[in-house]
């Protein structure tokens, strides 16, 4: 019933900037709280790995590999995710997936919550 999709990935030149962005849902129902959220990359034959990670409250945390570079940011109110990235090289070209560590939401008036949730993932795609 949660669902969790990103947008906004594409191909770029390098030294090029891109905005991901990530939105929570619900079928007919609402959500209330989305908890930790993230974004996460992977390339083929590589493991995913954590790009930038936002609390509820707003702190944030980067790779070093993109710290200066990219910058997350989240609207509550929207249940949105966003990863704004710039100055892009072609070694960030991957798969980019957001992460919502857990969603409470409810459903005709019933409450519950989610844990882990992923997006089918976004291409970005960076040419040298």
């Known amino acids: 019933q949660v669902q969790v999709v990103e947008s906004g990935g594409g191909t770029v030149q390098s030294g090029g900037s891109l905005r991901l962005s990530c939105v929570a849902s619900?079928?007919?129902?609402?959500?209330?709280?989305?908890?930790?959220m993230a974004w996460f990359r992977q390339t083929p034959g590589k493991e995913r790995e954590v790009v930038a990670t936002?609390?509820?409250?707003?702190?944030?945390n980067y790779a070093d590999s993109v710290r200066g570079r990219f910058t997350i940011t989240r609207d509550n109110a929207e249940n949105a995710m966003y990863l704004q990235m710039n100055s892009l090289t072609p070694e960030d070209t991957a798969t980019y997936y957001c992460?919502?560590?857990?969603?409470?939401?409810?459903?005709?008036?019933?409450?519950?919550?989610?844990?882990?949730?992923w997006g089918p993932g976004t291409q970005v795609t960076v040419s040298s």
């Open positions: 992460q919502a560590d857990r969603i409470d939401y409810a459903v005709r008036g019933i409450k519950n919550f989610g844990r882990h949730y």
């Open positions: 619900v079928a007919s129902g609402q959500i209330f709280l989305i908890s930790d």
């Open positions: 936002i609390t509820t409250d707003g702190t944030t």
